[in-house]
T-cell receptor
């Protein structure tokens, strides 16, 4: 009963280092998302993939890249980390066509950039 | 630009009180509004509202939508310490397969 699984759960980086956050879902959902959450800011969408083979920018895409590897997996890459990217990152998926329905979230990845 | 605004941003009450959380939205061609509860980790789904005036209820939690005035409220009666969480509302912009979230309301229930 895994749902949405994110790795790693915690990561500390130095400014300029790169890393990839991995996300996998086992619910056969078409759509997958990456959000970041900062204090007082709610959830802000970084990138999403409405279906396998497509990706689109969200509200805050700068400094990030994504890959929809297959239907199950959606990764988020920071090529050159900056302190402003210190945040909690959530991956989510949705099986509802048209994007009107609920998202299922992973447990989050806490990233600190020094 | 599509926007979701929640109020208050923070609320502290005593156990047993009733609370009302507010969510207003501006989105082209409204389709739905969703409420989530976030404790320590991932947000969990509470309600999805699509029609005005129809209350959705789950135990002590209830929610209603007003499509004319563009807002929704989440009520929690007889609050318990386990209700302490951040409550988020969200709506999908027209034509996009995603959700736009509000800032969240941090609710603290003191014993």
């Amino acid at each position: 009963n895994a749902g949405v699984t994110q790795t790693p759960k915690f990561q500390v980086l130095k400014t300029g280092q790169s890393m990839t956050l991995q996300c996998a879902q086992d619910m056969n959902h078409n759509s997958m998302y990456w959000y970041r959450q900062d204090p007082g800011m709610g959830l802000r969408l970084i990138y999403y993939s409405a279906s396998e083979g497509t990706t689109d920018k969200g509200e805050v895409p700068n400094g990030y890249n994504v890959s929809r590897l297959n239907k199950r997996e959606f990764s988020l890459r920071l090529e050159s980390a900056a302190p402003s990217q210190t945040s909690v990152y959530f991956c989510a998926s949705s099986g509802i066509v048209g994007g009107t329905g609920e998202l299922f979230f992973g447990e989050g990845s806490r990233l600190t950039v020094l | 630009e599509d926007k979701v605004v929640q109020s208050p941003l923070s609320l502290v009450v005593h156990e047993g009180d009733t609370v009302t959380l507010n969510c207003s939205y501006e989105v082209t061609n409204f389709r739905s509004l969703l409420w989530y509860k976030q404790e320590k980790k991932a947000p969990t789904f509470l309600f999805m509202l699509t029609s005005s005036g129809i209350e959705k209820k789950s135990g002590r939690l209830s929610s209603i939508l007003d499509k004319k005035e563009l807002f929704s409220i989440l009520n929690i009666t007889a609050t318990q310490t386990g209700d302490s969480a951040v409550y988020l509302c969200a709506t999908p912009p027209w034509g996009a397969q995603k959700l736009v979230f509000g800032q969240g309301t941090r609710l603290t229930i003191n014993p």
